[in-house]
Structure formats: structure tokens, C-alpha cells
């Protein structure tokens, strides 16, 4: 596909209005494409990042960041360090911060955080406290999770749910204020095989 707008033509116009007449000549451009080689052949590379990060502001007013770390003892402390790769035995941590970057306070919402693969769920470390679970992303229920067992002479129990099985937890704060961040966070226990961080910021 040829460009929409010529590089020689992009280039005359950065130089001969410099960039002050930036915002005029992307208005005369309808494509974004066009705009966006525009802005990266006359802004420096800094002034594009915060572009973008604007344009990403007004289109979303929740900004979720998911941080996954590995908890390690360092003498009678706890370390937070790079959870690229765990081992049996080791705990991770999962902290998911909300955001609301808008004017105006965002209602109903719930916040829902993964359970990482191989892992069981530290059920003492969930932050607030006040969390359900599930274990297929549907139904939601408070903790601990339990079962309905038939047993072989055909009488019912109640019995817990294993941490193994575990997918989400999900938090109901109802209403987040503008300019206001949120955060929710639990610890897992590592099961019988590596985790490789590959869903997480970190």
C-alpha cells in the first residue's frame, strides 16, 4: 500500500513551519496512519511517548497495572524480587493497582485478579480480606470456597475447595474517585512445576 502522505512533502512541511504548525498539519491530515508518521519524523522520540500516553489516557479512564514478584526471606526481612522464573515451594505476589485518570468517579466496579498457573492460593495473604473466588470466572463466591460432596451412602457434605483450584479472585469496592488509585494483591504458593511470568508487568 503506497504512504498517504510522501516523505519529501512530510519533511517540507516540518522544516518550513517548524514545529509550532505541527497541530495545524495534523488536523489537515484525516488518516491517523498519516498523522503518526508525521508526529515521528518531527517530535523527538519523548514527546511522542507522552503523546501516546495522553491519546491512551482519554480512551481509557481505568488504568490497570498487574505487577507479579517473587517474596524471598533476606535474614529476618522480606525481599521483593523479578518473578521470571519460580521454583516449587517459592511464593509469588500479585498486586493490581486501578486507576481512575478521569474527572468524574467510576461506579460499580469490580476488580478481578488471575490466579497464577501452577500455584495455590496463600489465603491469609489476600488484601482487603473481603475477596471472592472462583474457579471457572463465572461464579463468584466469598472465601474460603467449599463443595457439595455426595458421599457412597448418598449423604451430602460440605467440604472446601482445594486452593489448587483456585482461577480468580475478584473485589466489589463499588466506586473509585477521580485521580484515585486502588490496590488489591494476594500471595501464591508455587506447585510442582516453574511459572514463567509471561501475564504479568514484571
Same mark, same amino acid.
Given at each position: 500500500?503506497?504512504? /498517504?502522505?510522501?516523505?519529501?512533502?512530510?519533511?517540507?512541511?516540518?522544516?518550513?513551519?517548524?514545529?509550532?504548525? =505541527?497541530?495545524?498539519?495534523?488536523?489537515? %491530515?484525516? !488518516?491517523?496512519? $498519516?498523522?503518526?508518521?508525521?508526529?515521528? =519524523?518531527?517530535?523527538?522520540? @519523548?514527546?511522542?511517548?507522552?503523546?501516546?500516553?495522553?491519546?491512551?489516557?482519554?480512551?481509557?479512564?481505568?488504568?490497570?497495572? /498487574?505487577?507479579?514478584? #517473587? %517474596?524471598v526471606l533476606d535474614g529476618s526481612r522480606e &525481599?521483593?524480587? !523479578?518473578?521470571?522464573? $519460580? #521454583?516449587?515451594?517459592?511464593?509469588?505476589?500479585?498486586?493490581?493497582?486501578?486507576?481512575?485518570? !478521569?474527572? @468524574?468517579?467510576? #461506579?460499580? /466496579?469490580?476488580?478481578? /485478579?488471575?490466579?497464577?498457573?501452577?500455584?495455590?492460593?496463600? =489465603?491469609?495473604? &489476600?488484601?482487603?480480606?473481603?475477596?471472592? $473466588?472462583?474457579?471457572? *470466572?463465572?461464579?463468584?463466591?466469598?472465601?474460603?470456597?467449599?463443595?457439595?460432596?455426595?458421599?457412597?451412602? *448418598?449423604?451430602?457434605v460440605e467440604l472446601p475447595v482445594p486452593l489448587?483450584?483456585?482461577?480468580?479472585?475478584?473485589?466489589?469496592? *463499588?466506586?473509585?474517585?477521580?485521580?484515585?488509585?486502588? !490496590?488489591?494483591?494476594?500471595r501464591f504458593k508455587v506447585a510442582d512445576s516453574? %511459572? @514463567?511470568?509471561?501475564?504479568? *508487568?514484571?
Amino acid at each position: 500500500m503506497p504512504p /498517504l502522505v510522501s516523505e519529501k512533502l512530510m519533511q517540507y512541511w516540518c522544516y518550513a513551519h517548524g514545529m509550532m504548525k =505541527m497541530q495545524r498539519i495534523a488536523k489537515l %491530515v484525516t !488518516s491517523h496512519i $498519516a498523522v503518526g508518521i508525521l508526529l515521528a =519524523m518531527c517530535l523527538s522520540e @519523548a514527546t511522542a511517548q507522552k503523546a501516546a500516553a495522553t491519546v491512551q489516557t482519554v480512551a481509557e479512564p481505568l488504568q490497570i497495572n /498487574l505487577v507479579r514478584s #517473587k %517474596v524471598v526471606l533476606d535474614g529476618s526481612r522480606e &525481599v521483593l524480587e !523479578s518473578a521470571a522464573v $519460580a #521454583k516449587p515451594g517459592e511464593i509469588l505476589e500479585e498486586v493490581a493497582t486501578y486507576t481512575n485518570t !478521569s474527572k @468524574a468517579a467510576l #461506579k460499580k /466496579l469490580e476488580a478481578t /485478579l488471575p490466579v497464577p498457573p501452577n500455584t495455590e492460593l496463600v =489465603m491469609a495473604s &489476600v488484601k482487603p480480606s473481603n475477596a471472592k $473466588a472462583s474457579t471457572d *470466572g463465572k461464579t463468584f463466591s466469598a472465601l474460603p470456597l467449599t463443595r457439595k460432596i455426595k458421599q457412597a451412602n *448418598g449423604v451430602e457434605v460440605e467440604l472446601p475447595v482445594p486452593l489448587s483450584e483456585y482461577r480468580y479472585l475478584r473485589w466489589y469496592p *463499588g466506586e473509585l474517585a477521580p485521580n484515585k488509585p486502588i !490496590s488489591f494483591s494476594a500471595r501464591f504458593k508455587v506447585a510442582d512445576s516453574p %511459572v @514463567a511470568a509471561n501475564n504479568a *508487568g514484571k
